[in-house]
């Protein structure tokens, strides 16, 4: 004899508990079993996989180099010493606290310009068309309330209108 | 009589495994970020069409100057190191030169001041490591994303 459960064709109340065939109302067992998947597993790589990418990630802006050289011995320049060519002096003032309060200005040059690219584009202009070349000394001086972006902005612009030898200079 | 065991079919649970494996990876991303934790973070200048590229030096000494909110600096470090004051700093500059130049390498400086702190206290860096006879000074700034993965040195 077999030991497979009877099967029924019985039609089976859409309620949970009612045989709709007898309208008895007598309460009818569910099955224990009831297959279903184990989230849990899933859960555990999910988690791992959001921590995995949380730490893998990286947020923060890619930082990289502008090479210098800084003169030997002599600590900087300064605006008051001989220097024996003739160099390109970028001069940069804060007149407020805002990020934006500064200005640029290249001496004995008319045109003074109002942002880094323009400074670049000025800069290029005089290498390419002026009696300056690659090697002309740039010299960016500024006062000591200028924020460190507006002078690497300066020293970036030189490089970006390929001036090759940039210092610093204190005024 | 002989009790007969019948072949089982045997399993192997993955999960587990793959749980271990991942809380490794994660181990050894949290290990490398406290070893990179040379370079204190700090809000590097961005420059408008930034030249700056991403290097790699053989022999080198990171400087940070960490902003204190109101234009100052908090603190000079460098390499892992603390400086209080620019003697202390020359001193440990003075150090590394001397190992680097015993081992036949070039020292390369890397200046990281954040973008907000003055000039004035960036300026005193600048002028130790110039009397230390230090000629290659590296600017830290961002990186536009044309320049990533831009020239390795001296690899």
Known sequence: MSDAPRQTTRPVSLEPGKDESTGSGRIRRLPKHISQPNMTPMIDIVFNLLIFFLCAGNFNQPEGLLPSRLPKQHGLATVGDEIPTTPIRITLQQYGPGENDYAIRIEQRAQNPSSFKELEDILRGLRESGPFDAQTQVIVVAGGNVRWDHLVNAFNASLAARFENITFGTQ | ?155
């Open chain 2, 1 to 155: 009589m002989a009790r007969r065991y019948e072949p089982r079919s045997m399993e192997v649970n993955l999960t587990p495994m793959i749980d271990l494996t991942f809380n490794l990876i994660i181990f050894f991303l949290l290990a490398s970020q406290f070893g990179r934790s040379e370079t204190e973070p700090v809000h590097v200048p961005r420059p408008t069409n930034s030249q700056a590229r991403e290097m790699k030096y053989p022999s080198k000494l990171i400087i940070t100057l960490v902003h204190d909110g109101t234009g100052g600096v908090r603190r000079y470090k460098v390499g892992p190191r603390l400086a209080e004051d620019f003697e202390q700093l020359r001193s440990i500059v003075q150090e590394s030169h001397r190992l680097a130049e015993a081992e036949g390498k070039t020292l390369q400086v890397i200046v990281r001041a954040d973008r907000d702190v003055h000039y004035r206290y960036v300026r005193p860096v600048l002028e130790t490591l110039a009397q230390v006879g230090l000629e290659n000074v590296n600017l830290a700034a961002e990186v536009t994303s044309r320049n990533l993965g831009g020239q390795s040195e001296g690899l």
